[in-house]
């Protein structure tokens, strides 16, 4: 029993592993809402997609995407594990270099750069900046030469593919606000080839997050493989092909590509360029590694039969939900022999869209349960803020021995406040 699950929940457990971990004893000690992550999980999983790739015997880099968990001991852990890191702003650029990335271990993403991101991005002198726009190429440019240097580029190509995903994470689409059309794409880097400043070695592409099929991936890097192509007949220095992130994971039911068929797919449209490919995982490597742990505050009947559940963890520690209607697995920590009730699981904010799941089935819940909100590591502590003046919450990391510790302690109000005009 994992948890105390139900039977479809056991179809996760082969990726979590926090069942060895006292997670009632760090509810105690450290509160809740709680952020726990498991160490074996990430390095687990990290080890299989490097090995995934390393079967298809083809140059890969594996930049892990710190917006998905940028916490500083996770950050770390994914570095000692051997990946390089994608960051999408100066901060995580600045968190990544503290766990100790180089700078040539580092590519920069981001719709919108600001000068100083810019400036500082080029005098780190990074593996690569994914340049967003003819615009911002240009910047580039004049920033590299005022610096007396050369800044390494890659162009983020859209290519108007539907990655058949939540709207708000689908970042491929001609409609969407991110890269240069593909079409445009060649003569962008054509007119900017005897820029001083640039050295143009690639090209990038990322459709969006939660995509849970091969399709619209192979799609958007066989249109920018065969652009890469073009561009290095004409003369392109090319040497690499970012084909970004993307790869969901299973929250529910249903299924996800497989590591393995997830990189021959990718290596098999990279091949015919010669290039060396880059991937930008992050939600597939640290999703399923963490829970949030919240304590049940309230029980009251619900006008529609049910009751509601109401928990104190809310928006504030976990968006996803009230953002999307994204879906979450709750699970009682402790097993039960109370009677399955249907439940709507809501947070404490004044705010309805605070709401973790509806009619959802739990085991007759009573205030000071623990429940465990899984499959949180990724675009969660990373999405959490202070609304209603509620702290972020911890973050603690788990080894497969059981033992853990505090990767981030939970804030104060003096913290909150040291920002602030004194009082
Ligand atoms: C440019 C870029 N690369 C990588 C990622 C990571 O995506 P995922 O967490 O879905 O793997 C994202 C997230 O949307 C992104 O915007």
């Not at 450290?30 to 999983?45: D, F, K, N």
Request: with cysteine.
């Amino acid at each position: 029993m994992i948890l105390g699950v139900t039977a479809t929940d056991t179809a996760h457990a082969p990726v979590f592993a926090l069942d060895q971990a006292p997670l009632d004893r760090i509810a105690a000690a450290e509160g809740t809402p709680c952020y726990v992550y498991s160490a074996p999980v990430i390095r687990g999983r990290l080890a299989a997609l490097q090995q995934a790739f390393a079967s298809c015997a083809y140059p890969t880099a594996l930049h892990y995407a710190l917006k998905a968990n940028s916490s500083l001991g996770v950050v770390r852990l994914v570095r000692e594990a051997g990946a390089d890191a994608d960051a999408n702003s100066i901060g995580e650029i600045e968190v990544a270099l503290r766990a100790g990335f180089r700078p040539d271990q580092l590519v920069f993403t981001g719709v919108g750069k600001s000068p100083a991101e810019l400036s500082r991005a080029v005098s780190l002198d990074l593996k690569a900046i994914n340049a967003e726009s003819p615009g911002e190429l240009d910047r580039l440019d004049a920033l590299a030469r005022a610096q007396g240097r050369r800044v390494r580029v890659a162009l983020r190509v859209n290519p108007d593919v539907d990655a058949m995903s939540h709207p708000h994470i689908s970042t491929g689409l001609r409609s969407s606000k991110f890269g240069v059309p593909l079409d445009d794409a060649a003569t962008v880097l054509r007119e900017r080839r005897g820029s001083a400043g640039l050295e143009i070695i690639g090209l990038h592409v990322h459709v969006g997050s939660q995509i849970t099929s091969l399709g619209p991936l192979c799609e958007a890097a066989r249109k920018v493989a065969g652009l890469a192509v073009a561009l290095r007949a004409e003369g392109f220095a090319l040497s690499h092909l970012d084909l970004g992130g993307g790869l969901g994971i299973v929250y529910d039911t249903g299924e996800v590509p497989t590591y393995e068929a997830f990189a021959r797919a990718l290596v098999e449209v990279a091949r015919p360029t010669g290039l060396t490919l880059i991937v930008e995982p992050g939600r597939t490597l640290v999703g399923p590694a963490g829970v949030l742990l919240a304590r049940v505050i309230d029980v009251k009947p619900h006008a529609g039969g049910g009751r509601f559940v109401v928990l104190d963890a809310g928006m504030t520690e976990l968006l996803r939900p009230a953002l999307y209607g994204a879906f979450h697995r709750i699970v009682p920590v402790q097993s039960s022999t109370r009677p399955l009730v249907p439940c709507d699981v809501v947070g404490p904010v004044c705010e309805s869209s605070d709401s973790f799941g509806r009619a959802r089935d739990l085991p007759e819940p009573e205030v000071g349960d623990l429940m465990a909100i899984m499959d949180t590591g990724a675009y969660g502590a990373v999405m959490s803020n202070t609304y209603n003046r509620r702290p972020l919450p911890p973050e603690v990391l788990v080894q497969a021995d059981g033992s853990w510790r505090l990767l981030r302690r939970r804030q104060t109000i003096d913290d909150m406040l040291a920002l602030e005009e004194p009082a």
